[in-house]
Every structure is written in C-alpha cells, then in structure tokens.
C-alpha cells in the first residue's frame, strides 16, 4: 500500500525535531513543551509517521488559527515594523541568537502543512473533542507548573506582560479556547474536509 505522506517529509520533520527539542530543553527548560505549539509540532511528527487524521485533525484544530495569528503579528512587524499583538516579540529579542530563534520558524510551517494533512488523510470530526479534552490537561498542568512569569499558556493572563489573574480568569481560558478557538476551526475544517 503506498503511503499517503512522503518520506522526505517524514524524516525531515523528525531530525528538525531532534534538533529542536535538546536545544530548548536547555534554553527553557521542560515546561516550554506544554505550549500548546510544540505539543502540535510533535503530534505533528506521530502524524506523519502513523498517518493518523485523528492526530492531524487534532493538532489542526489545536492551532491552526491560534499560529495564523502569530504568523500575521510576525509578518507585520518583520515587514512593518508595527507591533499588532506581541506574540512574536521574542523573534525580534537581539539577546536570543539568530539560530534559537529560527528554529521557532515552525510556527509559520505549521498551519499550512497541518491543513494538507487534513487534506490528504481527512478530517477525523472526532478533533475537537479530543483536543478539548487535550486542553484542558495541559492547561491545567500549565498553571500547576508554569509561573506567571513564564506564562505558559497564557493561564495567567493575556500577553506577554506579568499578569496573575484568578480562577474564574482560569475557567473562563478553559472554556474560551474550546469555543473561541478550536470550535470555529473545527467547522472549518469539517465544511472543507469532509
């Protein structure tokens, strides 16, 4: 049976992440993992390997939208200058290294190869349950792990500005993102999908 992804694609996305998981690991530590972006750029590798479209459909719904939106604040303010949101701040810190942050390039390579996964292997509309549930894991051990300072997650609250808002602040991020984020995406996917 042949395969529905290529293998050059496989394997690229597999050394990338080889080459990106020790290097953050020593430059943010663990709790860096749980940003809901790197959770799908290794979902996105055990997709591509399994050729699951639940872990495709799954990670699509987790971030598709959320990384378009950092992509258009990092365009604006790469071409521009002009600061939309704040989100991409970090690509543009000269005391990060150029090559630590380019390997956060993949927030601009993820959205549309998430989408041609989807496309290639089909929505599975199971996503948005499981990424629901997904969500409200990782934004719970977010907030046990991650410090206002880091933010993870923004379960302290929005932006990149030290913030510690409370639990109704909290429930309200769980059910936000499910409904603001992962539900519109979801339509999307499934009216041109399935």
């Not at 719904?61 to 990092?74: G, P």
């Not at 521009?80 to 942050?101: A, C």
Request: glycine share 4%; hydrophobic share 60%.
């Amino acid at each position: 049976m042949e395969s529905a992804l290529p293998l050059w694609l496989k394997l690229g996305c597999m050394i990338y992440v080889s080459v990106l998981v020790p290097v953050y690991l020593r430059r943010y530590g663990a709790a860096n993992f749980l940003w809901f972006s790197d959770i799908a750029l290794f979902g996105t590798v055990a997709a591509l390997w399994l050729e699951s479209s639940l872990i495709a459909s799954t990670m699509a719904v987790a971030i598709v939208l959320l990384e378009l939106v950092w992509t258009v604040d990092f365009l604006a303010r790469l071409v521009s200058g002009v600061k939309l949101m704040g989100l991409s701040h970090y690509m543009f810190d000269t005391k990060i290294s150029i090559p630590i942050r380019a390997l956060s390039l993949f927030h601009l390579i993820l959205p549309p190869l998430l989408v041609w996964m989807v496309w290639r292997l089909e929505y599975d509309e199971r996503a948005f349950a499981v990424q629901t549930v997904l969500a409200w894991i990782v934004l719970s051990l977010s907030r046990v792990i991650s410090t206002p300072k880091e933010n993870i997650n923004w379960v302290y609250g929005l932006g990149s500005t030290r913030q510690h808002y409370g639990l109704l602040y909290f429930i309200a991020l769980m059910i936000g993102f499910p409904l603001i984020v992962y539900l519109p995406t979801h339509l999307i996917l499934k009216a041109l999908f399935n």
